[in-house]
């Protein structure tokens, strides 16, 4: 890309290096999870390289790049297998929010086990915006500490981290998070929900009994920070998604120039060419967006946060309808999990539900419009 | 020229209006019995649905992922004990001879539900009508008898239809993609019978059916022409399953892979060949006279089977179209937003307009292209209206005191094959082919569409298993891809419905 920094670059190649050594091969067996061992080798491999904590601060362990370089990656591992892309977003998206309130100590401390990836990777239910619906779980002060009550629904890697980032709703009506340890009492986790998409990035169900919660930042304040998160991160959604896109098209363009029908291999249909340049076209179109959207976000440029949401909500649903035609171009072979299509398909449209409902996304974002916020300069 | 020779010629004008409008035509000859048969089969299965699907569908889907190898035989003696695998075979070779037009909206309503079991009980069908396209009455009502006798003691007897192979799945679908088609399940001419050798893939019900109609080639060079029907049942030396099939959705239906290495199949069981039409009598010459040679006679046995099968499909993409929508109106209904029930936002109310549009289009769609085979199709006899109500007043076992001996009389098959194959007009197999094809995209894609519509509704409750939706999503794709990928349906349409207009466009020379 034309004023990718050299940094960058290497970073891409890197992801793409580590993409198909670790996340091609064994791709189908992974995603089996939960009737098959959860991919820990390849997470620990992830961490190591610190695909964790890619935006973190120095001094917090972390490699203090850019959000271009956080997408970079998402697009690269996606692109091969969207599970692993699934928990470096949570990851990010968890620190995002510590951040944004500010906790510097608690994000020290989050980062402080770097041994370990389940230190590195705090569980958040990602799927979800806390204030789309009202939280089952409440917080309640007993002496200067927080117990929190009530059931945290889907919650990303609940049963792979040790520690979870939580909502849950305060007295005055807002909502704050809480940093929960998942080993410690009062924690109830359930098991892995089979789900449609990134099965080996699992989410479980989590029912708290009064269980102590550490706030994060301000209580009453989880919306603010939450909204901060999305602004910046959205972006980094849209390059997972976009990753996922051309993983399906790479994989359909191979099978037309070797799948031979009425004699003549369907590449050369011209009925499949339209359907493999508008699969073509889209992609290149979300590649354009995330990295424009997440240049705009690095440099701060006029209409920053919008352009990141507007990435997300176009990208993902994109993704939706190209994933579609990647299965559909391989027929029936492409409905078999043989050749990692259907798999696409399903990851794309589990994607699309990242930072939650979509259609409550679409009226966020043109509420800001409406009051004021100029999308453009 | 008069008025109505006027108007009679300004209405064939395309679009023809006839062909336009399968419904109103279909009216003045439909039988009002057919209206009750529909009302019938869509209670049973919403009762069927409420019994035994709603609580089974799930888990079902969940036990596949967890054992793709998992044969759901439960599933099979229940749909047997409800007696759905003999209701559609006409009384005449023992079963329990329902309106043919009932059958799709039956499966609309299973199809609301699961489509796992759906497809487990509709692709009998498909196998079925296979069987019954090539009008050989002696085998239809053999293999028939043994479904009813499964039924009767409770050991279920299915049809799986064997069309697709590894490298042939839209060749097999046409004659003229067929002509150059790299088709490698080949038929040899022995003493007695013929000798297979090839692989039939992704064949539904495989593993878990009886008897399996074979689509094979006699001459691998020229399978356009040689087209042969066998029916083979288990056990037959020279026949066993591959593998089964690791498929994103309709986990609950299995996709077989039918292996067959120097199967020796008797004459007895060869069902119909293209390359025999010659030796056919009286039939021969009707073809001739109908212009009809091996290759078009290898055609309309498909067109047979798709102009009754695809608007089958069609109603699966309006039953999953309408499943997805009834859980994202519960969803909408349950889900407080902005201090408000979801159902009472203006965009939510919209959304879940439009997703009852789709259903209610896609229902559309097939029932016309049910009208349309019924009419034209390969049991048009059975919708006229004597032969109807004379079919559905006499007792099963009258029909059974004669029939099973008639129908082994070759002169009963050739009496068939006259009236249905020989009688059907050329017009006739492309407007029923074309709606098919019509109903089968417009309802699956729109299917497909409500699924997707209901996900991004229900954000992170969609993507649970325990919530429904998801499964409908994984479900509905496969719809978009059998009985034909809608991309070989669309060629079909314009082959059938708009190359009338463009009398100089060729189909599938691209």
Same mark, same amino acid.
């Given at each position: 890309?034309?004023?990718?920094?050299?940094?960058?670059?290497?970073?891409?190649?890197?992801?793409?290096?580590?993409?198909?050594?670790?996340?091609?091969?064994?791709?189908?067996?992974?995603?089996?999870?939960?009737?098959?061992?959860? %991919?820990?080798?390849?997470?620990?491999?992830?961490?190591?390289?610190?695909?964790?904590?890619?935006?973190?601060?120095?001094?917090?362990?972390?490699?203090?790049?850019?959000?271009?370089?956080?997408?970079?990656?998402?697009?690269?591992?996606?692109?091969?297998?969207?599970?692993?892309?699934?928990? !470096?977003?949570?990851?990010?998206?968890?620190?995002?929010?510590?951040?944004?309130?500010?906790?510097?100590?608690?994000?020290?401390?989050?980062?402080?086990?770097?041994?370990?990836?389940?230190?590195?990777?705090?569980?958040?239910?990602?799927?979800?915006?806390?204030?789309?619906?009202?939280?089952?779980?409440?917080?309640?002060?007993?002496?200067?500490?927080?117990?929190?009550?009530?059931?945290?629904?889907?919650?990303?890697?609940?049963? !792979?981290?040790?520690?979870?980032?939580?909502?849950?709703?305060?007295?005055?009506?807002?909502?704050?998070?809480?940093?929960?340890?998942?080993?410690?009492?009062? !924690?109830?986790?359930?098991?892995?929900?089979?789900?449609?998409?990134?099965?080996?990035?699992?989410?479980?169900?989590?029912?708290?009994?009064?269980?102590?919660?550490?706030?994060?930042?301000?209580?009453?304040?989880?919306?603010?920070? %939450?909204?901060?998160?999305?602004?910046?991160?959205?972006?980094?959604?849209?390059?997972?998604?976009?990753?996922?896109?051309?993983?399906?098209?790479?994989?359909?363009?191979?099978?037309?120039?070797? #799948?031979?029908?009425?004699?003549?291999?369907?590449?050369?249909?011209?009925?499949?060419?339209?359907?493999?340049?508008?699969?073509?076209?889209?992609?290149?179109?979300?590649?354009?967006?995330?990295?424009?959207?997440?240049?705009? !976000?690095?440099?701060?440029?006029?209409?920053?946060?919008?352009?990141?949401?507007?990435?997300?909500?176009?990208?993902?649903?994109?993704?939706?309808?190209?994933?579609?035609?990647?299965?559909?171009?391989?027929?029936?072979?492409?409905?078999?999990?043989?050749?990692?299509?259907?798999? #696409?398909?399903?990851?794309?449209?589990?994607?699309?539900?990242?930072?939650?409902?979509?259609?409550?996304?679409?009226?966020?974002?043109?509420?800001?419009?409406?009051?004021?916020?100029?999308?453009?300069? | 020229?008069?008025?109505?020779?006027?108007? /009679?010629?300004?209405?064939?004008?395309?679009? +023809?209006?006839?062909?336009?409008?399968?419904?109103?035509?279909?009216?003045?000859?439909?039988?009002?019995?057919?209206?009750?048969?529909?009302?019938?089969?869509?209670?049973?299965?919403?009762?069927?649905?409420?019994?035994?699907?709603?609580?089974?569908?799930?888990?079902?889907?969940?036990?596949?992922?967890?054992?793709?190898?998992?044969?759901?035989?439960?599933?099979?003696?229940?749909?047997?004990?409800?007696?759905?695998?003999?209701?559609?075979?006409?009384?005449?070779?023992?079963?329990? *001879?329902?309106?043919?037009?009932?059958?799709?909206?039956?499966?609309?309503?299973?199809? /609301?539900?699961?489509?796992?079991?759906?497809?487990?009980?509709?692709?009998?069908?498909?196998?079925?009508?296979?069987?019954?396209?090539?009008?050989?009455?002696?085998?239809? &009502?053999?293999? /028939?008898?043994?479904?009813?006798? *499964?039924?009767?003691?409770?050991?279920?007897?299915?049809?799986?239809?064997?069309?697709?192979?590894?490298?042939?799945?839209? +060749?097999?679908?046409?004659?003229?993609?067929?002509?150059?088609?790299?088709?490698?399940?080949?038929?040899?001419?022995?003493?007695? *019978?013929?000798?297979?050798?090839?692989?039939?893939?992704?064949?539904?019900?495989?593993?878990?059916?009886?008897?399996?109609?074979?689509?094979?080639?006699?001459?691998?060079?020229?399978? &356009?022409?040689?087209?042969?029907?066998?029916?083979?049942?288990?056990?037959?030396?020279?026949?066993?399953?591959?593998?089964?099939?690791?498929?994103?959705?309709?986990?609950?239906?299995?996709?077989?892979?039918?292996?067959?290495? &120097?199967?020796?199949?008797?004459?007895?069981?060869?069902?119909?060949?293209?390359?025999?039409?010659?030796?056919?009598?009286?039939?021969?010459?009707?073809?001739?006279?109908?212009?009809?040679?091996?290759?078009?006679?290898?055609?309309?046995?498909?067109?047979?089977?798709?102009?009754?099968?695809?608007?089958?499909? *069609?109603?699966?993409?309006?039953?999953?179209?309408?499943?997805?929508?009834?859980?994202?109106?519960?969803?909408?209904?349950?889900?407080?937003?902005?201090?408000?029930?979801?159902?009472?936002?203006?965009?939510?109310?919209?959304?879940?307009?439009?997703?009852?549009?789709?259903? $209610?289009?896609?229902?559309?769609?097939?029932?016309?292209?049910?009208?349309?085979?019924?009419?034209?199709?390969?049991?048009?006899?059975?919708?006229?209206?004597?032969?109807?109500?004379?079919?559905?007043?006499?007792?099963?076992?009258?029909?059974?005191?004669?029939?099973?001996?008639?129908?082994?009389?070759?002169?009963?098959?050739?009496?068939?094959?006259?009236?249905?194959?020989?009688?059907?007009?050329?017009?006739?197999?492309?407007?029923? /082919?074309?709606?098919?094809?019509?109903?089968?995209?417009?309802?699956?894609?729109?299917?497909?569409?409500?699924?997707?519509?209901?996900?991004?509704?229900?954000?992170?409750?969609?993507?649970?298993?325990?919530?429904? $939706?998801?499964?409908?999503?994984?479900?509905?794709?496969?719809?978009?891809?059998?009985?034909?990928?809608?991309?070989?349906?669309?060629?079909?349409?314009?082959?059938?419905?708009?190359?009338?207009? $463009?009398?100089?466009?060729?189909?599938?020379? &691209?």
């Amino acid at each position: 890309m034309i004023g990718m920094s050299e940094e960058l670059r290497l970073l891409e190649g890197m992801a793409r290096d580590f993409a198909l050594k670790e996340l091609v091969e064994g791709r189908e067996e992974r995603d089996r999870y939960p009737f098959a061992p959860l %991919f820990e080798e390849v997470l620990a491999k992830a961490h190591e390289v610190g695909f964790f904590s890619i935006l973190s601060p120095e001094e917090a362990g972390g490699a203090a790049e850019p959000v271009q370089a956080l997408c970079l990656v998402l697009e690269e591992l996606c692109r091969e297998d969207a599970s692993l892309g699934g928990a !470096v977003f949570t990851a990010a998206l968890s620190r995002e929010l510590l951040r944004q309130a500010g906790s510097e100590e608690d994000l020290k401390e989050a980062c402080a086990g770097t041994a370990s990836p389940r230190e590195a990777l705090p569980a958040f239910p990602s799927f979800h915006n806390p204030s789309d619906t009202p939280l089952s779980l409440r917080a309640v002060e007993e002496g200067g500490a927080y117990r929190l009550t009530g059931k945290a629904e889907y919650v990303v890697l609940g049963n !792979v981290a040790s520690r979870a980032l939580l909502p849950a709703g305060s007295a005055d009506g807002g909502w704050s998070l809480y940093l929960v340890d998942l080993r410690g009492e009062g !924690v109830e986790i359930g098991e892995p929900v089979l789900s449609l998409g990134l099965h080996a990035c699992p989410a479980v169900d989590l029912l708290l009994h009064g269980a102590p919660g550490e706030l994060v930042g301000e209580e009453g304040k989880g919306e603010v920070y %939450f909204e901060a998160a999305v602004d910046r991160l959205s972006v980094a959604a849209a390059a997972a998604s976009c990753g996922v896109m051309k993983g399906s098209f790479e994989t359909a363009l191979d099978y037309a120039r070797q #799948r031979i029908q009425g004699g003549r291999e369907i590449v050369n249909w011209s009925e499949v060419r339209m359907i493999l340049s508008s699969m073509a076209v889209r992609t290149k179109a979300a590649e354009m967006l995330v990295r424009g959207a997440a240049a705009a !976000v690095d440099a701060a440029s006029p209409g920053w946060a919008l352009a990141s949401r507007a990435a997300a909500l176009q990208v993902q649903e994109a993704a939706t309808e190209v994933t579609c035609d990647g299965i559909q171009l391989l027929g029936g072979n492409g409905y078999m999990q043989d050749y990692g299509q259907e798999k #696409r398909f399903r990851d794309a449209k589990q994607l699309q539900a990242l930072l939650g409902m979509a259609p409550l996304r679409k009226l966020r974002y043109i509420r800001r419009v409406v009051d004021g916020e100029r999308p453009w300069a | 020229m008069s008025r109505k020779g006027e108007s /009679s010629l300004l209405l064939r004008e395309f679009p +023809d209006f006839a062909e336009t409008m399968q419904g109103l035509a279909a009216m003045e000859r439909m039988p009002k019995g057919v209206v009750e048969e529909c009302r019938e089969a869509v209670a049973l299965a919403r009762r069927f649905n409420r019994t035994v699907a709603r609580n089974y569908a799930l888990e079902l889907d969940r036990r596949m992922q967890e054992d793709p190898t998992y044969l759901p035989w439960e599933l099979v003696e229940e749909a047997n004990r409800w007696g759905f695998f003999t209701m559609w075979i006409p009384k005449l070779f023992g079963g329990k *001879g329902w309106s043919l037009s009932s059958i799709a909206p039956f499966v609309e309503e299973l199809a /609301s539900e699961c489509l796992a079991i759906t497809n487990l009980i509709g692709v009998h069908y498909f196998g079925f009508s296979i069987l019954a396209a090539t009008w050989n009455v002696r085998l239809i &009502d053999m293999i /028939s008898r043994e479904v009813a006798e *499964g039924e009767r003691t409770g050991k279920p007897c299915l049809v799986s239809g064997a069309v697709t192979e590894p490298e042939a799945g839209t +060749d097999a679908e046409e004659v003229e993609l067929l002509a150059r088609a790299r088709v490698r399940c080949q038929a040899r001419r022995v003493e007695g *019978g013929y000798v297979v050798n090839g692989r039939k893939i992704f064949i539904s019900n495989g593993h878990l059916s009886t008897w399996h109609i074979l689509i094979a080639y006699e001459d691998l060079e020229r399978p &356009d022409e040689t087209m042969i029907a066998f029916a083979v049942k288990n056990g037959t030396p020279g026949f066993s399953f591959g593998r089964m099939e690791k498929k994103m959705g309709q986990k609950g239906c299995p996709a077989s892979e039918l292996v067959f290495e &120097d199967c020796f199949i008797p004459d007895e069981y060869m069902l119909v060949a293209a390359s025999r039409l010659g030796e056919m009598g009286l039939l021969s010459r009707a073809a001739r006279k109908a212009n009809r040679g091996p290759r078009e006679l290898g055609m309309q046995l498909i067109d047979f089977v798709v102009s009754a099968t695809r608007p089958g499909v *069609g109603a699966m993409g309006a039953g999953v179209a309408r499943g997805a929508f009834e859980l994202a109106l519960q969803f909408a209904r349950e889900t407080e937003v902005g201090g408000k029930p979801l159902v009472n936002h203006e965009w939510a109310q919209c959304l879940l307009a439009e997703m009852y549009v789709n259903a $209610a289009l896609a229902r559309l769609s097939y029932m016309e292209a049910n009208y349309a085979n019924s009419m034209h199709g390969m049991a048009r006899l059975l919708g006229f209206k004597p032969l109807y109500y004379y079919h559905r007043a006499l007792p099963t076992s009258v029909f059974d005191r004669f029939m099973p001996a008639a129908n082994r009389r070759d002169a009963v098959t050739t009496a068939f094959r006259l009236l249905v194959m020989a009688g059907q007009g050329e017009e006739q197999e492309r407007v029923a /082919s074309g709606w098919a094809s019509l109903a089968k995209v417009a309802g699956t894609d729109l299917g497909v569409r409500n699924c997707q519509l209901a996900l991004e509704l229900m954000g992170q409750a969609g993507l649970r298993h325990d919530r429904r $939706a998801e499964k409908c999503l994984r479900d509905a794709k496969l719809l978009q891809i059998y009985e034909g990928t809608n991309q070989l349906n669309r060629l079909n349409i314009f082959k059938c419905l708009v190359a009338p207009a $463009a009398p100089e466009a060729r189909a599938f020379e &691209d």
